[in-house]
């Protein structure tokens, strides 16, 4: 299938390709503020900022092959491209009424990001930012489109808060949507090393396990009720970790044995949003209410929190390569990294 500058994917069956109004061309730029770096409390840890442009409100990071770090401008409808070492900054627009949520890179290196301003997934080349969007199907408009994860065939899972999660196969452009067995919420989506992929619901508090093939959803109570399971994220044995925004706590699910664990962050009324997983297995949240990122090391069972600066940074998603977790702070036009080499 063919594509201009800007293609339109209507996702009903393999994909028709269509042309769409080619979006302004990418731009860099570089913020005056410098890049702030500070130790961490645990040695060999620094936690460091980059500013990007004012009015981002970056909503979800990740780490590029080339070194730099994508990042979703949720408020300013363009997916934007930091360079570390340069503090530079390129955006990429992704179209009117654009407000992307979550970005992934695939196997092809590419970004993909879910847009729930524009109802669909699109993809910006690595080296020539080119866009391409994927659009929903008819009847499924107003997804409010969530996070993105690639299953090991390739295959993008994505999820939608209005009630739904769905499958594109890059490969063909073919788009299938399913509804969530209990409605809104969809949230986070995470596929393991074995290739399952098992997404978080935050309005129906549970998590849900999918079947590739049939597309059907399984779902997976936690202990605690209501406790809005948000995001969610495999270790390196496939176990699921999860972080509850509601309750304030961090649980662990074995699929092997359908076992459930959960431990409360540390201090009063915290409020757990992300959470990933290193290379170590070490498990990293951000607590929105402690305005800190929280590691939580599963051999000890202990907390490590490391501070923010400011006030109401608001990080809602990490992730991260060997030595780096990243994140973004909506709340004050900031990348964050904990570098843990060294």
Known sequence: MSHVAVAVVLATGAGVGCTAPEPPAPSTSKTDAPAQSSPG???GTRLQTYPVPAGAHPHDVAPAPDGGVWFTAQSAGYLGHLDPTSGSVTRVPLGSGSAPHGVVVGPD???WVTDGGLN???RVDATTRRVVRYQLPAGRANANLNTATFDRTGVLWFTGQAGIYGRLDPRTGEMRVFDAPRGRGPYGITTTPNGDVYYASLAGSHIARIDPTTGAATVLEPPTRNQGARRVWSDSAGRI?????????LARYEPSS???AEWPLPGAGAQAYSVYVDERDHV?????RANALVRFDPKTETFVSLALPGAAAEVRQMLGRPGEVWGAASGQDLLVVVRTTG
């Open 41 to 43: 409390p645990v040695p």
């Open 109 to 111: 290196n590419a970004a």
């Open 120 to 122: 669909a997934i699109v």
């Open 241 to 249: 970790w999860v972080s509850e925004w509601n309750a304030g706590r």
């Open 258 to 260: 359908g076992a459930w």
């Open 284 to 288: 990293w949240l951000s607590d929105f």
